[in-house]
T-cell receptor, first 116, second 112 residues
Framework: SAVISQKPSRDICQRGTSLTIQCQVD?????MFWYRQQPGQSLTLIAT?????????ESGFVIDKFPISRPNLTFSTLTVSNMSPEDSSIYLC?????????????FGPGTRLTVL | TQLLEQSPQFLSIQEGENLTVYCNSS?????LQWYRQEPGEGPVLLVT?????EVKKLKRLTFQFGDARKDSSLHITAAQPGDTGLYLC????????????FGQGTILTVHP
């Protein structure tokens, strides 16, 4: 497994601003993923972040709104741009491959975002 | 249309009772994972099943993967208040690594 941390753990932001969420892993991993989750509900994949290439976005999510960086094998960031109250959610990163076995995916603790 | 249908959505039971959560799909999954999540935390991986018909046990939890790899179940025996949480199934289509498709989740509450 891997130890995954996210910063910030929670934030309250004003509409129109942007927030960058960091995901740090204690070992090198091949793939990192970013998800969104409403409390008590299921997870929706935003994008897959691979080191050395651009992120792959799922339907309904675009790079201008959710730019992602993956500068190395242990770190990724997700920015939520030009926020609106509809962006209020829990944002989770997960990892797989490398130090983490394939077919197993581990999640960070999440970032709870509230947009006013 | 949800690719992975999870049921029931809510389950409220008394301590000591048994329960089963189901995940069903018309698609074939190369593997399926079960997670448990508590408020304020990320999902924690419980098990991965890969082979059709596979059964895995984790203490009082029994996981089964359907023969056709289109469905799975989680059975908890003698539930305890500590089992309370959100249970999520997640399937993987195609290659053995990559993105997961999640079910809607089951919120389980076990009353003492």
């Amino acid at each position: 497994s891997a130890v995954i941390s996210q910063k910030p753990s929670r934030d309250i932001c004003q509409r129109g601003t942007s927030l960058t969420i960091q995901c740090q892993v204690d070992s090198q991993v091949t793939m990192m993923f970013w998800y969104r989750q409403q409390p008590g509900q299921s997870l929706t994949l935003i994008a897959t972040a691979n080191q050395g290439s651009e992120a792959t976005y799922e339907s309904g999510f675009v790079i201008d709104k959710f730019p992602i960086s993956r500068p190395n094998l242990t770190f990724s960031t997700l920015t939520v741009s030009n926020m609106s109250p509809e962006d209020s959610s829990i944002y989770l990163c997960s990892v797989e491959g490398g130090a983490v076995k394939y077919n197993e995916q581990f999640f960070g603790p999440g970032t709870r975002l509230t947009v006013l | 249309t949800q690719l992975l249908e999870q049921s029931p959505q809510f389950l409220s039971i008394q301590e000591g009772e048994n329960l089963t959560v189901y995940c069903n799909s018309s698609s074939v999954f190369s593997s399926l994972q079960w997670y448990r999540q508590e408020p304020g935390e990320g999902p924690v991986l419980l098990v991965t099943v890969v082979t059709g018909g596979e059964v895995k046990k984790l203490k009082r939890l029994t996981f089964q993967f359907g023969d056709a790899r289109k469905d799975s179940s989680l059975h908890i025996t003698a539930a305890q208040p500590g089992d309370t949480g959100l249970y999520l199934c997640a399937g993987r289509l195609g290659t053995s690594y990559g993105k997961l498709t999640f079910g809607q989740g089951t919120i389980l509450t076990v009353h003492p």
